[in-house]
């Protein structure tokens, strides 16, 4: 499979640390990634001059969400316009030399790293994921959660009886109705087990479920449960159940609609 990481339409900075803050919602990350960008320009483009800006940048970030996991800021924007993220130590951003090594890992490991995402997702689910998204915010979150892009196109097929293809981003409706039903992942309580895809392989290498405790709330088991327990809707999530019940039908009713349509 190509590699996820920047696609057609959309780009993905995640494993560089894009979402390990508190507010990690698209208006907060573009103004980091912003941040960010405008001081790598005015940077040498030497070690000395990177890890000068990178110690600096640093300085200035908010605390990560997890502490153990580690945030570059040589992530930034790749193109003037501002829409595909990536790494701006790179040889192809940088113009000639590679600057990784004055990132928070070095150049080795950030070459050849590659998320589980790459072995778990097909082709198709993977041009779903860019085709729908088209951005380097909502991308990232999607694309690193696999249990939860395959429960979403498994309700959408539940529902419509027919399974989702590439075929049907064509039209706009869908690709609109698809897009808002993904966006969940954007809504999700701070911490959220649901927020980063934190799944965990079995013995096999295949994700283990989460699991809602429908019981402790007195309640049955939703028709949707696949979908709620991949965005962690439970209260020790900070998420409302019935809330993200209601999102996810609603949703999932506007994709089937389109899909008929
Ligand atoms: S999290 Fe995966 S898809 Fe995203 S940049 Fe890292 S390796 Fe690429
Ligand atoms: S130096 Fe490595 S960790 Fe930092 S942005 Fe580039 S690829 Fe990501």
């Keep these: 499979m190509r590699p996820l990481c920047q696609r057609d339409a959309s780009s993905c900075g995640a494993c560089c640390g894009l979402y390990?803050?508190?507010?990690?919602?698209?208006?907060?990350?573009?103004?980091?990634?912003?941040?960010?960008?405008?001081?790598?320009?005015?940077?040498?483009?030497?070690?000395?001059?990177?890890?000068?800006?990178?110690?600096?940048?640093?300085?200035g970030e908010p605390e990560p969400l997890f502490p153990s996991v580690r945030i570059c800021p040589l992530l930034g924007w790749l193109d003037g316009a501002r829409t595909r993220v990536g790494c701006l130590a790179h040889p192809a951003a940088t113009g000639g030399p590679d600057l990784r090594d004055c990132g928070v890992y070095d150049a080795a490991t950030c070459e050849s790293f590659l998320c589980p995402s790459h072995s778990w997702l097909g082709d198709?689910?993977?041009?779903?994921?860019?085709?729908?998204?088209?951005?380097?915010?909502?991308?990232?979150?999607?694309?690193?959660?696999?249990?939860?892009?395959?429960?979403?196109?498994?309700?959408?097929?539940?529902?419509?009886?027919?399974?989702?293809?590439?075929?049907?981003?064509?039209?706009?409706?869908?690709?609109?109705?698809?897009?808002?039903?993904?966006?969940?992942?954007?809504?999700?309580?701070?911490?959220?087990?649901?927020?980063?895809?934190?799944?965990?392989?079995?013995?096999?290498?295949?994700?283990?479920?989460?699991?809602?405790?429908?019981?402790?709330?007195?309640?049955?088991?939703?028709?949707?449960d696949a979908l709620l327990t991949c965005v962690g809707a439970d209260p020790r999530s900070g998420n409302d159940l019935d809330r993200l019940e209601g999102e996810v039908r609603r949703r999932l009713d506007a994709c089937a609609r389109a899909l008929s349509g």
Excluded: Q, W
């Design 20 to 59: 390990n803050r508190a507010d990690h919602s698209a208006a907060s990350t573009r103004r980091l990634l912003d941040a960010r960008t405008d001081a790598l320009a005015l940077a040498a483009r030497s070690a000395t001059g990177f890890r000068a800006a990178a110690a600096s940048l640093a300085g």
């Design 124 to 224: 198709e689910e993977a041009e779903l994921a860019d085709g729908a998204c088209a951005d380097a915010h909502l991308y990232g979150l999607v694309v690193t959660d696999v249990p939860f892009l395959r429960a979403a196109l498994a309700a959408v097929a539940g529902l419509s009886g027919a399974r989702v293809e590439r075929r049907h981003l064509d039209h706009p409706a869908f690709r609109r109705a698809l897009r808002r039903l993904l966006a969940l992942k954007e809504e999700l309580a701070p911490g959220s087990e649901g927020l980063f895809g934190a799944f965990r392989p079995d013995p096999s290498g295949e994700p283990v479920p989460r699991r809602i405790d429908y019981e402790a709330m007195g309640r049955g088991v939703s028709a949707f």
